[in-house]
């Protein structure tokens, strides 16, 4: 019987029909079916299916890319293409790291991974995921400015979530909320606390 989270952010699986799309997603793993491995992978996070699984076949992706080893990315991509490719797709793996970590319960583990993954490397997804992170915390002032940066780099979808970190920020008293401002910058960004999970895409 396949593990399941318990916040998965999609539906209840009958847990038949959660063991035949873990063996499935493992047999695209296995194929190394390019372009079919990490959604397979976000597939099974989406319904909370064996997080550890997904944390180490992430990992071994993630190693695999960074190798630059054959059957990970399309062999049409060359030169400058096929480097964009290959990075994006470690970002995406490292997303899937943290959150299947997230799904865990390791969620400073998730919080350091995702904050790394968009000093490293800004861009949308990266960006968003660590304000989804921010939020999921309680953390609206600092989930705002990472999804203003996000959509300056075109995700505006990630507005509705700026909005409710908005709101979320407003609603902490003046001077609470000056005194967080005060000691995360004292910290560099503080401990992190389990919260609510939000849906996550990569």
Do not use: C, N
């Amino acid at each position: 019987m396949v593990t399941v989270a318990a916040e998965p952010p999609g539906p209840a699986l009958d847990p038949a029909v959660g063991e035949k799309l873990f063996d499935a997603a493992m047999d695209v793993i296995a194929w190394q079916q390019t372009g079919e491995q990490l959604p397979a992978l976000r597939s099974l996070l989406y319904f909370g299916i064996e997080p550890q699984a997904v944390l180490e076949e992430a990992v071994r992706i993630e190693e695999a890319l960074r190798e630059d080893r054959p059957g990970y990315l399309f062999p049409g991509f060359q030169g400058d293409e096929r480097e964009r490719a290959r990075q994006l797709a470690i970002d995406r793996t490292r997303i899937l790291q943290a959150r299947a970590l997230t799904q865990l319960g390791e969620i400073e583990a998730a919080g350091q991974s995702l904050e790394e993954l968009s000093s490293e490397s800004r861009r949308t997804a990266t960006l968003g995921e660590y304000g989804r992170h921010l939020l999921r915390t309680d953390r609206p002032s600092e989930t705002l400015a990472a999804f203003v940066e996000a959509m300056a780099f075109g995700g505006s979808g990630f507005r509705p979530l700026a909005e409710e970190a908005v709101a979320a920020a407003w609603s902490v008293p003046r001077d609470d909320r000056r005194a967080t401002r005060r000691a995360s910058s004292r910290r560099g960004g503080g401990e992190r606390a389990k919260g609510t999970r939000l849906p996550s895409r990569t």
